[in-house]
């Protein structure tokens, strides 16, 4: 496969299930980012890795667990959700995180199909 | 307010242009996306432009910047069928990171 891969394409899930998204990207990219889209919000940047190391977590409730065990891989571990929780969670990769002396923009990140999460 | 700002519907008719409408706040912004998000799919850059450029086109698409407004607009000629999609702008800088800050996302519509 090329390009980002998602999996499950859809969940659904009780409030008290575990349950992990996984992504997947094969471009040979350094970052990795989990976004949550919800219907009528701006898309909320959840978590970065760069370099297998998390750089940046926007306030994102313990409830989401992200994990990256190597630059191609990138988890997000789900526990106890809440109903509010249900909404389309893209995953996606770029080359770096910063820009790179004589790199040109740019500075595309290139985004997975997304794992369309219901909690009930 | 949100850093990124873009009316959540717009509707037109085959063959028409479609103008999709974006402000942002942050003066500091140096590079202005749309990507586009097609049904059951991830987003996909579309087109970009630089904030020293007043325009860019690439084929049927036009990206208008008034810097001055922080005000970012995408015109798609001719539209068709095919470009119902979820449009969203986004606006990153230049230095550090470079992650974009995206908005709330346009839907197009296009009736035939």
């Known amino acids: 496969e090329t390009g980002v891969t998602q999996t499950p394409r859809h969940l659904v899930m009780g409030m008290t299930n575990k349950k992990s998204l996984k992504c997947e990207q094969h471009?040979?990219?350094?970052?990795m980012y989990w976004y949550k889209q919800s219907a009528k919000k701006p898309l909320e940047l959840m978590f970065v890795?760069?370099?297998?190391?998390?750089?940046e977590n926007n306030s994102v409730p313990s409830r989401f667990s992200p994990e990256c065990p190597n630059s191609s891989h990138l988890f997000l571990h789900l526990h106890t959700l809440q109903p509010e929780d249900s909404a389309l969670y893209l995953c996606?990769?770029?080359?770096?995180?910063?820009?790179?002396?004589?790199?040109?923009?740019?500075?595309?990140?290139?985004f997975g199909p997304g794992t369309r999460l219901t909690v009930t | 307010g949100e850093d990124v700002e873009q009316s959540l519907f717009l509707s037109v008719r085959e063959g028409d242009s479609s103008v999709i409408n974006c402000t942002y706040t942050?003066?500091?912004?140096?590079?202005l996306y749309w990507y586009k998000q097609e049904p059951g799919a991830g987003l996909q850059l579309l087109t970009y432009?630089?904030?020293?450029?007043d325009m860019k086109q690439d084929q049927r698409l036009t990206v208008l910047l008034n810097k001055k407004d922080k005000h970012l607009s995408l015109r798609i000629a001719d539209t068709q069928t095919g470009d119902s999609a979820i449009y969203f702008c986004?606006?990153?800088?230049?230095?550090?990171?470079?992650?974009?800050?995206f908005g709330r996302g346009t839907s197009l519509i296009v009736h035939p």
């Open positions: 432009i630089f904030s020293n450029m």
């Open positions: 471009l040979g990219h350094n970052a």
């Open positions: 996606a990769s770029s080359p770096y995180i910063e820009g790179l002396a004589g790199e040109e923009p740019p500075y595309e990140q290139y």
């Open positions: 986004a606006e990153g800088s230049s230095g550090g990171s470079y992650i974009p800050t």
């Open positions: 942050d003066s500091s912004s140096t590079y």
């Open positions: 890795y760069s370099l297998e190391e998390r750089v």
